[in-house]
């Protein structure tokens, strides 16, 4: 198959062409993100493989099924980009479900111990030999308490890291794991009693703003908010709002709810015209890495391998088990549900 290979960075292409290689998949890497203006670029291709950037709408949709293109292969676990619904029926979308839950968790615990113990600032400080340890106090996470919205497989991750540290671990998921060593508690409850809150949930239309100007209300003063999962899942407004009023201690994020023109390229010579974002990254208690959580050589490693196998088995059987569908409503479940092809 010939794979038009969308928004593709030069940190993807060794893992890709190692495994494409290797399974006779040919890849065309296009820097362009997929968008109604450039879908066009994937025509003579059997499919395209895409990021969490790019806009695979039902207008994108429609035309790659005019262009004869059958599948759509998304590089990451998050398909809040893509229209499923309106892909049932005319294009096939496989995802990867896991690719490494420890680069993700890992990277939460590095922006909250960088944030508390303000590892970055010191490393600025010290870089002009300025060694002065003023307005450095931060604070113990052991017997502090960290509620974490969402419990797959990054949130348990991340849990077990945390307990590492002594802290005592809260969660909230609307379909509970089946594991007894999960305190789970109602998400205001959560809210009420956290000193840290971690995000490790899908972007749904429930989980759309969750954290917004009432969630933060219940939220301990000086809370701590680390956001390594959708930007979406927070107000970013209402995050401003509450960093002013000093209801929020510190922000984390990796992602931001517009970063789909900001994030992944380099602005450095351009002026922000996200003043939202702007604000944020001048705030001295937030924190702003560039989506980078999954940025490690095993993740790449296991993203590419999942990917290239989804496409070489989809073209062998016709199905592949993770196969996003839209026929039973259970997106992600309709595999377990119905083993045979969705359409």
Do not use: W
Request: proline share 3%; hydrophobic share 40%.
């Amino acid at each position: 198959m010939k794979i038009a290979f969308f928004d593709s960075k030069p940190y993807d292409r060794p893992s890709f062409e190692k495994y494409s290689t290797q399974s006779g998949v040919a890849l065309k890497f296009l820097e362009a993100k997929l968008n109604e203006d450039t879908v066009d670029l994937a025509r003579g291709c059997d499919g395209v493989c895409v990021f969490v950037n790019d806009t695979v709408n039902a207008a994108v949709i429609d035309r790659l099924e005019e262009l004869g293109i059958s599948l759509i292969a998304l590089r990451c676990a998050g398909f809040n980009n893509v229209d499923v619904r309106h892909a049932f029926g005319k294009v096939h979308v496989l995802r990867v479900p896991a690719y490494s839950p420890y680069a993700v968790a890992e990277h939460t615990m590095a922006l909250l111990l960088t944030s508390i113990r303000r590892i970055h600032k010191a490393y600025i400080r010290t870089r002009d030999f300025n060694f002065s340890l003023s307005g450095f106090t931060g604070f113990d996470l052991y017997g502090k308490t960290v509620g974490v919205i969402g419990t797959g497989r990054i949130g348990r991750v991340f849990m077990d890291i945390c307990r590492g540290f002594g802290m005592n671990v809260l969660a909230y998921d609307k379909y509970p794991a089946d594991d007894p060593a999960i305190h789970y508690v109602g998400m205001d409850e959560l809210l009420e009693q956290s000193d840290v809150i971690s995000l490790h949930c899908p972007l749904t239309e429930e989980t759309y703003h969750m954290m917004d100007s009432t969630a933060f209300d219940k939220c301990k003063k000086g809370v701590v908010l680390l956001n390594t999962s959708r930007g979406a899942l927070v107000d970013a407004e209402a995050l401003l709002s509450s960093i002013k009023s000093r209801k929020v201690g510190a922000a984390c994020l990796d992602v931001y709810e517009e970063e789909s023109d900001v994030f992944f390229e380099d602005n450095s010579g351009h002026i922000m015209e996200d003043d939202v974002l702007a604000r944020l990254i001048s705030m001295p208690n937030v924190i702003v890495t560039s989506h980078q959580a999954f940025l490690t050589e095993e993740a790449l490693a296991n993203i590419a391998e999942t990917t290239i196998r989804n496409i070489v088995t989809f073209e062998k059987e016709g199905t592949c088990d993770n196969e996003l569908c839209y026929r039973c409503g259970r997106i992600e479940d309709c595999r377990n549900q119905r083993p045979q092809k969705c359409f």
